[in-house]
């Protein structure tokens, strides 16, 4: 088992094992098994849907979140804490609601939360569909270089296979032959700025979570959503934002 936090490489893109590897059983199971750690914050933003205006203080890096599709911030809630905790100021994006628009549309709606709130040196930290539009940001948006990096938790950078079992419309935007999916993957160039951060195994996601010539990290915890729940997530994240580059 790999060490918490270890990092894959900077040019190392391979992913988290395959269905095939696993059995079809273990992966149902920890496909269902990952419902209950998602049903915890939905309840969380339900009970509890203010950002905290205290959130927005600080002296450090300040820190965009972008949740997942069909998510809230709340999904990033523990993560949030513990920028703040940590100085950072921390800022949401009211406009994407539960995140269901597409990808260039998303990320629209985000660069404009970035210039309402004229944030420069920002980092964007994100979850599953937050990530890609994290790169999008990066690699379309962001032409005033606002953004310093993307720090990406559990995100389908080419896409994903499940997807093509998906209903709703919103889910199967990340199938790997949707254009914009295609587009982003073959945008390399950005993926310097990345961080990745993947669980060991992610059944929503099962060719994983690694980009090439991104700092590609990994968690020992099963789950798309049980990463979320992982006590060293936070101060990982923390740890990436302050992180100095060369």
Known sequence: ???????????????????????????AAALVGDVPNALRFRAR????????????????????????VYETWHYLRPIAEALHAAGHPVFTVPGLGINHRPIPESAGIAWQR???????DVAVVAHSKGGLIGKHLLAYDDREGRIARVIAVASPFRGTRMAHFAVPPAMREFRPSVPVISALAAERAVNERIVSIAP??????????????????????????RILHDPALPGLVVAEVERETT
């Open 114 to 120: 970035i210039l309402d709130l004229d944030l420069a």
């Open 1 to 27: 088992m790999p060490e918490r936090g270890i990092e894959r490489g900077a040019g190392d893109a391979r992913g988290a094992r395959r269905p095939s590897d696993r059995g079809f059983a273990r992966n």
């Open 45 to 68: 933003a339900a009970r509890d849907w203010p950002v905290p205006a205290r959130y927005a203080e600080g002296d450090g890096r300040p820190v965009l979140l972008l949740p997942g």
């Open 200 to 225: 060991e195994w992610d059944p929503h996601i099962p060719d994983g979570s690694a980009l090439d010539g991104a700092r590609n990290l990994t968690l020992p915890v099963v789950g798309h959503f």
